[in-house]
């Protein structure tokens, strides 16, 4: 895990999901205020804003969700976005999974998250990318963060605090290891959403799926998720 100065305030990019709540409480652990930030970017799996606000409630941080519904209509061909294309079933690494991408979706949130940092005087930004995303999502690489970081550096001197970071504390650990320092901060996961089709239940198919039940079965952590394939959600 990257090593890091905790910071006093930190806006966490929260998308409700196990990597950027455990992000939020891994922070909060440390100490850190925290401003968790979610978007509505017109994804079809808009019920994780719901999780992401409880997140919000139990960690006693301010939650806001930016509106960027008219922005999915223009980031069309995603299945995340795009109601005439299918959410793949799948691992990551599947060729299929391309159609899950959302062109530039971590710059747009990054830009608008550092924005809201340097209104708001906090010395941190953080989100959850790790290891499993490099495959397929570019901009979930440690090549993008950094030349990223820099570019908010560059951006806002004067503006931001001394010592201001942009924080991605998993980007190059596994989805298991986010679940075991999960475990150590007390997540809750039953409270977190991960799959992409956004239905009652997850669906236990979908990329995000499958990565979540091989990481609580890798991580040997009891996974509380009703799947709606009946997947046990035991360790394994």
């Not at 960690?59 to 793949?88: K, Y």
């Not at 709606?228 to 360790?235: F, R």
Request: glycine share 12%.
């Amino acid at each position: 895990m990257t090593e890091h100065t905790p910071p006093q305030h930190a806006v966490v990019i929260a998308s409700g999901g196990l990597d950027s709540t455990t992000v939020a409480y891994w922070l909060a652990e440390s100490g850190s205020r925290l401003t968790l930030l979610s978007f509505d970017y017109g994804q079809r799996h808009r019920k994780e804003l719901d999780f992401a606000r409880r997140i919000a409630g139990r960690l006693g941080a301010r939650h806001e969700v930016v509106d960027l519904s008219g922005l999915g209509r223009l980031l069309s061909g995603s299945a995340l976005t795009d109601p005439a294309v299918t959410v793949p079933d799948g691992r990551y690494s599947a060729g299929s999974m391309r159609s899950t991408v959302v062109p530039n979706r971590n710059a747009i949130m990054l830009s608008i998250a550092v924005g809201v940092a340097v209104a708001a005087g906090a010395d941190a930004v953080a989100f959850g990318a790790h290891s499993g995303d490099h495959a397929l999502y570019p901009d979930c690489r440690t090549a993008f963060f950094d030349a990223f970081a820099e570019a908010a550096r560059v951006g806002n001197e004067g503006f931001v605090p001394e010592g201001f970071q942009l924080l991605a504390p998993f980007i190059d650990q596994a989805k298991a290891d986010i679940v075991r320092v999960g475990g150590q901060v007390a997540v809750p996961f039953a409270e977190t959403w991960s799959c992409y089709r956004g239905g009652e239940l997850h669906c236990g198919t979908c990329g995000t799926c499958t990565e979540r039940i091989e990481a609580f079965a890798l991580a040997e952590v009891e996974d509380p998720t009703t799947y709606a394939t009946g997947t046990a959600g035991a360790a394994r």
